[in-house]
C-alpha cells in the first residue's frame, strides 16, 4: 500500500477560523472482507496521524464489486462496520464506507456515515443502476438524500452512476451542501477501462461547476475477476478546479481543507 500525501490543498483564509480536513481514497479493494478492512484501518491510521477527521472509500470497498453478491456472508459484513466503528472512535475519525447491505430481504449498493462515538448516522442506497446492478442490487428509493454536518460543514453523498445523473445532484445543491462525496467502482475490461477514462474524470468536474460545490471522488483501483479499474479519485472545487487528484494504477490518500 502506497499512501501520498502530495496532494494537500488549504483552501481557507488566515483569519483563525477552524480549518476542516478530509480526504478520499483511492485504495485497491480485493474480493476478500478481511484485506480490505485492514487496508480501510491503515488508512484511518494515517489519516489520524494527518489530521483529517472525514474519510471516504470506495463503492463496495468492503467486499468488491465484481462479486457474486447474492453469495456474500452480509453477517460478517455487519461485523465489519462493528468494527470500523470502533476503528473511527479509536482515531476520532468519521467514516464513509461503500458495502453491499441486505435489508427486508433486499440487497442495497450501500454508503454508511460511520461517526466517532456516534456509530452510523445515516445511509445511503445507490439510485442509478448500472446493467450489471441490477443483476443484485435493488434501487434505492427515497426521495430524500442524506444530509449530515460534519464539523460545521454540509455533506452529502452519491455513489458511482449517480453521477451521471444531474438532479441527484441538484437536490444537494437546494440543501445547501458543501461537499459531495462520490463513492466508485469503475471496474471494466481493459478496452473500456482506457475509453472510459476521461469520461468517468469529467463528471465530477461538471457537476462540481453546475452546483457551485465540492466534489471528492474515491475510486477503487486494482483487478476484480478479471475486470480492472485504473481509478478516478478526485476533488474539485465549485468553480470546477481540479485541486487534486489520484495516479492511475495507484493507491493514494487524497487530502482537502475547508
Known amino acids: ?13 488566515p483569519h483563525g477560523e477552524r480549518i476542516v480536513n478530509m480526504g478520499v481514497v483511492q485504495m485497491r479493494v480485493t474480493t476478500e472482507l478481511e484485506t480490505n478492512v485492514r487496508t ?34 452480509y453477517k460478517a459484513i455487519a461485523h465489519s462496520l462493528i468494527e470500523l466503528q470502533e476503528v473511527s472512535n479509536r482515531f476520532n475519525v468519521s467514516l464513509l464506507i ?17 461517526k466517532p462515538e456516534s456509530g452510523i448516522i445515516t445511509k445511503y442506497y445507490k439510485n442509478d443502476l448500472t446493467d450489471y446492478d441490477v443483476r443484485f442490487f435493488s434501487k434505492g428509493t427515497s426521495t430524500k438524500s442524506p444530509i449530515w454536518n460534519h ?17 441527484l445532484a441538484l437536490r444537494y445543491k ?17 478496452r473500456e477501462a482506457l475509453y472510459k477514462e476521461r469520461r468517468n474524470r469529467s463528471f465530477p468536474i461538471v457537476r462540481a461547476a453546475e452546483n ?15 475486470l480492472i479499474s485504473m481509478g478516478s479519485s478526485i476533488i474539485v472545487d465549485p468553480q470546477g478546479r481540479v485541486i487534486a487528484e489520484a ?12
Open 212 to 226: 457551485m460545490m465540492y466534489v471528492a471522488k474515491s475510486d477503487a483501483v486494482g483487478e476484480q475477476n478479471g
Open 98 to 114: 461503500g458495502t453491499p447491505w441486505k435489508s427486508h430481504g433486499k440487497i442495497f449498493n450501500a454508503a454508511f456515515i460511520i
Open 1 to 13: 500500500m502506497n499512501i501520498c500525501n502530495k496532494h494537500i490543498v488549504s483552501l481557507t483564509e
Open 174 to 190: 437546494r440543501n445547501n451542501v458543501k461537499v459531495l462525496f462520490y463513492l466508485s467502482s469503475h471496474h471494466y475490461t481493459k
Open 40 to 73: 480501510i484501518i491503515s488508512y484511518v491510521r494515517n489519516a489520524s496521524q494527518r489530521r483529517i477527521s472525514l474519510l471516504c472509500f470506495p463503492e463496495c470497498c468492503l467486499s468488491g464489486y465484481i462479486v457474486d453478491l447474492a453469495k456474500l456472508d
Open 247 to 258: 495516479e492511475n494504477g495507484r493507491e493514494e490518500l487524497l487530502k482537502f481543507s475547508l
Open 151 to 167: 464539523q460545521g460543514v454540509k455533506c452529502g453523498v452519491l455513489i458511482c452512476r449517480d453521477q451521471n445523473n444531474p438532479l
